[in-house]
């Protein structure tokens, strides 16, 4: 079963705006990631922030994480047509070393 | 390095074959692990190894499906006999070991696009 739920399933926006993608989540964690996956590709890592961390920034980044709530936020500011792709959050289970991924967003950012 | 390796890219077969997915880690990576992605599913785990020794194979679907780790650099999903409902893009991804901190930032393969007709 999935750990994490993405919200929303699509999100359709233009050069320049900026996107926001959630994930909620149901067990405690060590750490949560955010992945990118273009289309017919694997997928890669963007960022990983750890359960004492609340807010984490790389780049055109911006990650959340509200461990009360079991979600997370991730912000693409000035999204370009380049960031069009799947994005997935995934956590760990506690005391394992695997990831549950969630059900993903898929980002259309138009020119 | 040249990232996770996986072949064959796409494999079209017929249902009762015998399929055999190959992945090779990154060089010093401590962990492997295999998943399968359909619409339907999403990303799935089927399992992972620690230093070639399974840990996990809770997600492995049935026991047509198996997998290796002969050493640390060659990893191998089979399926036999296929079914069509095996239909999916299987991505193999190596990590390495955070000492107890947690999973680590995964590198995935670029997958292997599997039809079973």
């Known amino acids: 079963s999935q750990q994490g739920e993405e919200d929303p399933q699509a999100l359709s926006i233009q050069e320049g705006e900026n996107a926001t993608m959630n994930c909620s989540y149901k067990?405690?964690?060590?750490?949560l990631q955010w992945y990118r996956q273009n289309s017919g590709r694997g997928l890669v890592h963007l960022i990983l922030?750890?359960?004492?961390?609340r807010e984490k920034h790389s780049g055109r980044l911006r990650v959340t994480l509200d461990t009360s709530k079991k979600s997370s936020s991730l912000l693409i500011t000035a999204s370009r047509a380049a960031d069009t792709a799947s994005y997935f959050c995934?956590?760990?289970?506690?005391?394992?070393?695997?990831?549950?991924f969630g059900t993903g967003t898929r980002l259309q950012v138009f020119p | 390095d040249a990232g996770v390796i996986q072949s064959p890219r796409h494999e079209v077969t017929e249902m009762g074959q015998e399929v055999t997915l190959r992945c090779k880690p990154i060089?010093?990576?401590?962990?492997l692990f295999w998943y399968r992605q359909t619409m339907m599913r999403g990303l799935e785990l089927l399992i992972y190894?620690?230093?070639?020794?399974?840990?996990?194979d809770s997600g492995m679907p049935e026991d047509r499906f198996s997998a290796k780790m002969p050493n640390a650099s060659f990893s191998t999903l089979k399926i036999q006999p296929s079914e069509p409902r095996d239909s999916a893009v299987y991505f193999c991804?190596?990590?390495?070991?955070?000492?107890?901190?947690?999973?680590?930032?995964?590198?995935f393969g670029p997958g292997t696009r599997l039809t079973v007709l």
């Open positions: 190894f620690n230093n070639n020794v399974p840990i996990d």
């Open positions: 067990t405690s964690i060590n750490n």
């Open positions: 060089s010093g990576h401590d962990y």
């Open positions: 995934a956590t760990d289970i506690l005391n394992t070393d695997k990831l549950i």
């Open positions: 922030i750890r359960s004492n961390e």
């Open positions: 991804a190596s990590s390495l070991d955070r000492r107890g901190r947690g999973a680590n930032e995964q590198f």
